[in-house]
Nanobody
C-alpha cells in the first residue's frame, strides 16, 4: 500500500518561509519522479515542482527562484523549501509520486 504523508504546512506572513516534507512508503521511492502540486479555493490543482529520480527539477514559473524541491532517497523523503512567500501561494499542497499516488495535502496560508 502506497502512502505519502505531508507535513510542514501552516500560517506565515508574506515574505516568510516554510518547508514542506513528504514521507513515502510502499513504492520504489528512488525510482519515482516526485512532485508537489497545490490547489487554491475555487481553482484547479496546479504543478508547483517536480524532481526526477536523477535529480532533474522542474518548477512552475510562479515559484521559480523562490521554491526549491529536493529529495533524500535514503529517507524516502521529498521536501519543498518555500521562501519569499506571497498571499497567492496560499493553497493546499499535495505530494505526489509519479502523479499516480497522492498525499492527503497540507494547508499553507500566507497572510499579507
Amino acid at each position: 500500500q502506497v502512502q505519502l504523508v505531508e507535513s510542514g504546512g501552516g500560517l506565515v506572513q508574506a515574505g516568510g518561509s516554510l518547508r514542506l516534507s513528504c514521507a513515502g512508503s510502499g513504492i520504489i521511492f528512488r525510482a519515482s519522479t516526485m512532485g508537489w502540486y497545490r490547489q487554491a479555493p475555487g481553482k484547479q490543482r496546479e504543478l508547483v515542482a517536480l524532481i526526477s529520480s536523477g535529480g532533474s527539477t522542474n518548477y512552475a514559473d510562479s515559484v521559480k527562484g523562490r521554491f526549491t524541491i529536493s529529495r533524500d532517497d535514503a529517507k524516502n523523503t521529498v521536501r519543498l523549501q518555500m521562501s519569499n512567500l506571497k498571499p497567492e501561494d496560499t493553497a493546499v499542497y499535495y505530494c505526489t509520486a509519479r502523479t499516480l499516488y497522492w498525499g492527503q495535502g497540507t494547508q499553507v496560508t500566507v497572510s499579507s
